[in-house]
C-alpha cells in the first residue's frame, strides 16, 4: 500500500454571512425591550455614537464655520506663542511666560466650549435619570423560604424542634408544600433531632402565613385552612377529609347519598370551598410576569375603509455619529492608531444606526402584508383568523421565509381586538368544503365560543362538539383532534364540567 500527497483544485460555492449581515439578522429578531437594551449598550462602549437631540441634520446643509479658537492663520503670533516652551526661573524675571501661565486657564475652558467631542454632563437642577430609574426600580421579591424563615425565628420551641423546623422549610416547594416525607428528614447521625421533634416541627410550620403552607398534599392543605377559619365548616371539613377523590372525580350524586344531604347542601359546600388556596406558596413567591411592549400599532383609518400600521418606536432613541468624531477620523493630521480606531467605531455605528432603520422597515412592511391577508380578523374577530403561510408574506415583501420568521420573533401588534403575538396570524388550517379557510386558531376559539354556549346540566362530548364544529363550516375534523384541542385549551372532559 503507498501512501502519498498530491494537490488538487476544486470549485465549489460556499455562503459565508458577512459580519454586517449577522449583526442586521440579530437586530432584526430582537424584541422591543431588547432592542432598548442593546441601543443601551453601544451608547456606553462606542464614543462616536450618540443620541441625536432634535429632528436629523439635512445633509445637504452647509456646513457651520470653523470655531475661532481654531483658526490658526489668523492669529500665527498667538498659536507660536502658545507653543513655545514656558521658562519659570526665580533667579530671572520672566514676565511674559507668567503671564501666558495665567492665560492657559481661561484658553482651555475656551477650547473645551468649542471643540465639542465632549458630552455635557447635566445641569445642577436636571434629575439624574440613572438614579430616578434606580429608585423607581422595585425590590427583589422575597422568596417562600426567606418568608418562612423570617417567621420561623419567631416561634418558641426546644432547640430540636427549632432545628427540625428550619430542616422542614428547606423541603417546601414555591406552592407551598413539603415534598419529601418525615421519616427521610430522620438521621440520628446527623442531627440532634428524632422523628417527634419532625411532627411537632410541622404542626408550628403549618401554622405559618400563608395559610395551608407545609401541607403534604390536596387534602391537608384544605383541611389546614379549614381548621383555622372563623366560619363554621363542619360539613365542608368533613366533605374533604372523607370524600375528596369523589369531589374532583364532580360525583355529587354519590356524595350527596353518603353525606345523607341534597345537592344543593353540596354545591354551597363547594363554593365555600372555592375560596380556599389550593397553592398557597404562590401569594409570595408568585412567577414574574414579564411586560409585553406592542412593536406595531394597527388602527382603524379615518375613513373607516382601511387599516394605517405604524411602528411604535417612541422609546427608541435616534441616533447618530458625533460629528467631531467623523471629522477626526478624515484628518491626515491624525494619528494612524487614532484614525483607525475612530473609523472602525464609526463603522460599527453605521452598521446598528443602518441594520434598527432596516428592521423598522422590515416589520413595517411584514405587518403591511398581514393586515392586508387576514383582513377579516381585523374586521372580525379571531374565529375569522384564516390560514397564513410565511411564503406568502415572504413574497409580498420581497424577502426571504427565514427573514419573515426573525422579524415577526417575539414582536407584538396592537389591535382593537387586544395584542396579539406576529406569529400568531401564521398557522396552518383546514379547508371546508365551499373552500373557506379555517385556521387551527380560530378553530379552537370556535371550539371554546361551543363549550361556553352549552347546557351545563348536560354537557356536550367530544363527538358532540364535532358535530358542532361542522355545522359551524369546519369540516374533516376527527374526534381526537377536538380532544387535543380541548386539553390544550384547558377544558375538562364532559363529566368534569357538569353542573348538578
Known amino acids: 500500500m503507498k501512501l502519498e500527497m498530491r494537490g488538487q483544485l476544486r470549485m465549489e460555492q460556499q455562503m459565508k454571512l458577512a459580519p454586517r449581515m449577522i449583526q442586521s439578522m440579530e437586530i432584526l429578531q430582537l424584541p422591543m425591550l431588547a432592542l432598548q437594551e442593546r441601543i443601551e449598550q453601544e451608547l456606553n462602549t462606542n464614543p462616536v455614537l450618540e443620541m441625536q437631540e432634535g429632528p436629523d441634520p439635512d445633509p445637504d446643509a452647509e456646513a457651520p464655520p470653523e470655531p475661532a479658537s481654531g483658526a490658526a492663520d489668523e492669529a500665527p503670533d498667538e498659536t507660536v506663542e502658545a507653543e513655545r516652551d514656558l521658562v519659570v526661573d526665580v533667579d530671572t524675571s520672566h514676565v511674559n511666560d507668567f503671564e501666558r501661565l495665567d492665560r492657559m486657564d481661561d484658553d482651555f475652558h475656551d477650547l473645551m466650549e468649542q471643540s465639542g467631542p465632549f458630552r455635557p454632563r447635566t445641569a445642577p437642577d436636571e434629575p439624574d435619570k440613572k438614579l430616578e430609574a434606580l429608585k423607581n426600580t422595585a425590590a427583589p421579591p422575597q422568596s417562600l423560604h426567606e418568608y418562612l424563615t423570617d417567621q420561623w425565628r419567631l416561634i418558641e420551641a426546644p432547640p430540636p424542634v427549632k432545628n427540625a423546623g428550619r430542616m422542614i422549610i428547606d423541603y417546601i416547594d414555591d406552592r407551598g408544600y413539603l415534598t419529601v416525607r418525615l421519616e427521610q428528614l430522620h438521621n440520628k447521625d446527623k442531627h440532634d433531632f428524632g422523628i417527634d421533634d419532625l411532627h411537632a416541627a410541622l404542626d408550628l410550620v403549618q401554622q405559618l402565613d400563608p395559610l395551608g403552607v407545609g401541607a403534604r398534599d390536596l387534602r391537608e392543605c384544605l383541611l389546614i385552612q379549614i381548621a383555622q377559619s372563623h366560619e363554621d365548616l363542619l360539613f365542608e371539613y368533613d366533605l374533604v377529609d372523607q370524600h375528596l377523590g369523589l369531589l374532583l372525580d364532580n360525583r355529587l350524586p354519590e356524595i350527596a347519598q353518603r353525606m345523607g344531604c341534597d345537592l344543593d347542601r353540596v354545591n354551597a359546600a363547594i363554593r365555600r370551598l372555592s375560596k380556599f388556596d389550593t397553592s398557597p406558596g404562590l401569594q409570595i413567591a408568585r412567577p414574574d410576569n414579564h411586560p409585553i411592549t406592542a412593536d406595531v400599532l394597527v388602527e382603524p383609518g379615518e375613513d373607516g375603509a382601511g387599516y394605517v400600521v405604524r411602528l411604535v418606536d417612541s422609546s427608541l432613541p435616534p441616533l447618530r455619529i458625533n460629528d467631531y468624531y467623523a471629522k477626526m477620523a478624515r484628518d491626515a493630521a491624525t494619528g494612524d492608531k487614532t484614525r483607525k480606531f475612530l473609523q472602525d467605531n ?80 401564521f398557522s396552518g388550517g383546514t379547508e371546508s368544503a365551499d373552500g373557506d379557510g379555517h385556521s387551527w386558531d380560530a378553530i379552537k376559539a370556535k371550539l371554546q365560543q361551543i363549550v361556553d354556549a352549552e347546557d351545563k346540566s348536560n354537557p356536550l362530548s367530544d363527538d358532540e362538539i364535532r358535530t358542532r364544529l361542522i355545522d359551524a363550516g369546519v369540516s374533516d375534523l376527527a374526534r381526537r383532534t377536538v380532544a387535543k384541542y380541548r386539553k390544550l385549551l384547558n377544558i375538562p372532559a364532559a363529566r368534569f364540567r357538569r353542573k348538578y
Not at 351 to 363: E, G, N, P, S
Not at 368 to 373: D, E, F, G, L, T
Not at 377 to 406: C, N, W
Open 346 to 425: 464609526i463603522r460599527s455605528a453605521q452598521w446598528i444606526i443602518d441594520a434598527i432603520r432596516q428592521r423598522k422597515q422590515t416589520v413595517l412592511n411584514v405587518t403591511r402584508s398581514i393586515v392586508k391577508r387576514q383582513r377579516d380578523f381585523f374586521d372580525k374577530g379571531e374565529l375569522y383568523l384564516k390560514p397564513l403561510p410565511m411564503a406568502a408574506v415572504a413574497q409580498d415583501v420581497g424577502v426571504h421565509i427565514a427573514t419573515v420568521s426573525r422579524a415577526v420573533s417575539g414582536k407584538y401588534v396592537q389591535c382593537p381586538w387586544g395584542i396579539y403575538p406576529l406569529r400568531k396570524f
